[in-house]
């Protein structure tokens, strides 16, 4: 069980590293991660399970309650046979959809957002969100490719 709710934290703390998700789930108890995405204005957990499905992933994304059936989660149970290598690899599969439907549903550019952007990369300052989903997922592809290579 120890091993489990090690697995589930590096789940959890990787899916919170990436500044998409809500976790809801709590840290005691049953090893399950519970998550949800933060914007849903492009693309929604729906979507996010069908993806990893492509993966090899069954990761399912279901409405809560009706007090809260405004809010979608993803749910992943750590089992016994859960590695830690698995751990990585779902976060590796995870960041993997998001960039495939942050290029699939890019987001609005307004004339202001341009002008915003410029400004930016003028003054030096990176789009951290999007500079840091990046990183991630190279730092990602360093790993998976160490542990293949291995």
């Not at 990176?126 to 998976?144: G, M, P, V």
Request: proline content about 5%; glycine content about 2%; hydrophobic content about 40%.
């Amino acid at each position: 069980m120890e091993n489990c709710r090690e697995n589930a934290m590096v789940l959890k703390e990787d899916l919170e590293k990436s500044g998409h998700f809500n976790i809801l789930s709590k840290d005691d108890g049953v090893p399950v991660v519970a998550f949800s995405l933060k914007d849903r204005s492009r693309y929604d957990e729906f979507k996010i399970s069908e993806m990893l499905r492509r993966h090899g992933w069954i990761v399912p994304a279901y409405p809560m309650p009706p007090a809260a059936q405004h809010i979608n989660v993803l749910r992943v149970v750590i089992r016994a046979e859960f590695s830690r290598t698995l751990a990585e690899r779902l976060v590796f599969d995870i960041y993997n959809v998001l960039h495939e439907l942050e290029k699939l549903h890019p987001p609005k550019v307004t004339k202001n957002t341009k002008e915003e952007n410029k400004a930016m990369v003028e003054n030096g300052v990176k789009n951290t969100a999007l500079d840091a989903h990046r990183e991630i997922i190279a730092q990602e592809s360093n790993k998976r490719q160490k542990i293949m290579a291995a």
